[in-house]
């Protein structure tokens, strides 16, 4: 099974680390780190740590290509990125020692034209086709409409390739309100976002589960909708359940997310049952908590931790 991931607004993730953030004071950094990454990129970093083959694809500027290319060497990634000229965006992390908070400052990103959308079709084109996954993950560049997802995921559909996604906003909303046969097959979206496609609070879990059941209804096979600290929830034609993390040592709380959609997509890749999907997922997310960038633990010490995760039945 092909597996590919798309980013078109990736960026080089530069995390501080401050004994506490206080707005409008001085502070002294106690370290500092880059990350090559984006949503896209973050997923599949994950997924070569897991030790499936993987190929990455987006946009990417030449001026400041060397993170980049490391990073899918080293993970040995396919790489097959367009590459205009510019500069990738710089996304700045402030991360809160004391009570463990990251505080995002993300920049504007390249803009690009139709030529290179364009490209990246041919490349989507290339790398998939019946039976493969691809994941649309991240924001977009200002030169994109929102409806870019929703496009691609028809297309991607009509080749025969499962699509999972993971974005929010205009974008979010968009793919959504696709044709039922041009919908993503799988989508992750946090609280805050789901409430914003929604147009209302979500306050309490039974909230969150009606919002997922119509969206699973309305024929998106898996929904999964995180939950920070309170886990993730899982809907499909197979139910509704929670995952429940174990205590996590937290080292960075950046590419959490993506972590969990490279576990879903892990698990969708081995056809796993709900349950056992949602312990993967879990167990992604709470690993890559315990390391810095968008890396995972070993193997055997991800499965330790997913069978360590309780699962509950909702109604």
Not at 168 to 192: E, Q, T, V
């Amino acid at each position: 099974m092909r597996l590919v991931t798309l980013t078109l607004n990736p960026a080089i993730d530069q995390t501080v680390t401050l004994d506490a953030l206080t707005p409008g004071s001085v502070h002294r950094a106690r370290s500092v780190w880059s990350d090559a990454g984006g949503k896209g990129v973050n997923v599949a970093c994950c997924l070569a740590d897991w030790g499936l083959a993987i190929a990455a694809t987006g946009v990417l500027g030449q001026d400041n290509a060397a993170p980049f290319a490391q990073l899918l060497a080293a993970k040995s990634i396919d790489d097959r990125f367009v590459w205009i000229p510019g500069e990738t965006r710089t996304n700045l992390k402030l991360l809160d020692a004391s009570g463990g908070d990251t505080t995002d400052i993300n920049l504007p990103g390249l803009e690009f034209g139709p030529s290179t959308v364009e490209a990246v079709r041919a490349v989507l084109a290339d790398l998939t086709g019946p039976g493969s996954l691809a994941v649309l993950a991240g924001s977009l560049p200002r030169s994109l409409g929102p409806d870019i997802y929703a496009r691609l995921t028809a297309e991607l559909k009509r080749r025969g390739a499962r699509v999972v996604l993971d974005a929010s906003g205009p974008a979010l909303a968009a793919a959504l309100a696709a044709g039922r046969d041009s919908l993503p097959d799988a989508i992750k979206p946090n609280r805050h976002e789901l409430e914003e496609w929604a147009g209302r609070p979500l306050p309490t879990l039974a909230d969150v589960l009606d919002a997922a059941h119509h969206l699973q209804r309305s024929g998106i096979a898996l929904v999964c909708v995180s939950l920070g600290a309170e886990g993730a929830l899982f809907v499909s034609s197979e139910g509704a359940l929670r995952a429940l993390p174990p205590p996590t040592r937290v080292a960075s709380t950046v590419g959490a997310g993506d972590a969990l959609v490279a576990g879903l997509v892990a698990g969708l890749h081995d056809g796993l049952p709900l349950p056992d999907l949602a312990r993967r997922a879990l167990a992604f997310a709470a690993g890559k908590l315990s390391r810095t960038g968008a890396n995972l633990p070993p193997r055997a010490e991800v499965e330790a931790i997913a069978a360590d995760i309780q699962v509950e039945r909702l109604g």
